[in-house]
Nanobody, 117 residues
Framework: QVQLVESGGGLVEAGGSLRLSCVAS????????MAWYRQVPGNQRELVAL???????QYADSVKGRFTISRDNAKNTVYLQMNSLKPEDTAVYYC???????????WGQGTQVTVSS
């Protein structure tokens, strides 16, 4: 059974920081592309950051220079360090995985991030 379990969300003031974690089980983590998406009610889910199996990263323009995605294959965990948070970063953040060969995709249950102004 595949599980992606996020943690680390919460309420923070503008300019603050949060670190999200996603622990994966049931997948070959080291052979999976991992990513963070976010969604605001009424809007489509959008890609925030992605990290490939070799550590190559990709970011949405809106978070470049503020957010950092990383992975620890020994712990089956992907992280999202979020600095200089803005009210517009408020959303539910979802962990995502895609197998390199199977191309199967999985989602976590989401964690709420709220940034107050």
């Amino acid at each position: 059974q595949v599980q992606l379990v996020e943690s680390g969300g919460g309420l923070v003031e503008a300019g603050g920081s949060l670190r999200l974690s996603c622990v994966a089980s049931g997948i070959i983590f080291s052979h999976s592309t991992m990513a963070w998406y976010r969604q605001v009610p009424g809007n489509q889910r959008e890609l925030v950051a992605l990290i490939g199996i070799k550590g190559t990263t990709q970011y949405a323009d809106s978070v470049k220079g503020r957010f950092t995605i990383s992975r620890d294959n020994a712990k089956n965990t992907v992280y999202l360090q979020m600095n200089s948070l803005k009210p517009e970063d408020t959303a539910v953040y979802y962990c995502f995985s895609q197998g390199l060969t199977s191309l199967r995709t999985y989602w976590g249950q989401g964690t709420q991030v709220t940034v107050s102004s």
